[in-house]
């Protein structure tokens, strides 16, 4: 067999990893679910249990979602940018089961008991907002409504952005440990600034120092 053909099966199984490797990353937590399940694994509290998990997963998967355009834009890395779609829909797919885990187990499809929950809690609020504003990008998810929406859809998947923000101010309200919620504050700070062109943020920088200048020379006069 000649070198060509090495390098064609290589190449092959490279983007046949490449296009999975989303999913795998996607399905792993839930595999890890299903095994503390059937390990018995799942605390004295197995609602308590999937609640967090879910929630937290959803929004691990959330960052790494926020995290494909700046590794894009900045190192390049196009074949992430395939990833952004399913790793999205992974996440929202741990947020309801999150929400549907809370509302319909934990509290029984409960209204009177949900809604008087969610004015002693706060982070409830936080939480469910989040998970609406993600409802309609999910929904919009598909190549079909990229085109009928037009315009409109790059504005709309902007919701991302707040829905990313009460993610974590929901984890960081309900957790007696604030540091993990730190930590995803701060990767969302950092995702978030990263976003931005490379040459706007020198343009910035630039236009600061000149305009810091213009002050510190002014002062001398």
Not at 12 to 27: D, E, K, V
Not at 92 to 104: D, E, N
Not at 178 to 189: C, D, H, K
């Amino acid at each position: 067999m000649s070198l060509r053909f090495y390098y064609q099966w290589i190449a092959t199984r490279t983007a046949y990893i490449i296009h999975l490797f989303p999913h795998m990353i996607g399905l792993l937590p839930l595999g890890f679910i299903i095994g503390d399940a059937l390990g018995g694994r799942l605390t004295v509290n197995p609602i308590q249990y999937l609640t967090q998990r879910t929630g937290w997963f959803a929004l691990i998967l959330l960052l790494m979602t926020l995290a494909c355009t700046p590794l894009n834009r900045w190192l390049g890395w196009k074949q992430v940018m395939r990833w952004r779609r399913p790793l999205g829909l992974y996440s929202f797919g741990y947020a309801s089961l999150h929400v549907a885990v809370f509302v319909g187990i934990d509290y029984g499809l409960d209204l009177s008991l949900i809604l008087q929950v969610m004015t002693e809690k706060r982070y409830i609020i936080a939480g469910l907002l989040a998970f609406m504003l993600l409802v309609p990008l999910a929904i919009t998810s598909t190549t079909g409504w990229q085109r009928r929406l037009r315009q409109s859809w790059r504005r709309l998947h902007r919701l991302v952005y707040p829905a990313a923000i009460l993610a974590v101010i929901h984890y960081l309200w309900l957790s007696k440990d604030p540091r993990p919620a730190l930590i995803a504050g701060t990767l969302l700070a950092i995702l978030l600034f990263a976003r931005i062109p490379a040459r706007q943020v020198w343009q910035r920088v630039v236009q600061w120092r000149y305009e810091r200048t213009q002050r510190q020379t002014g002062a001398r006069r």
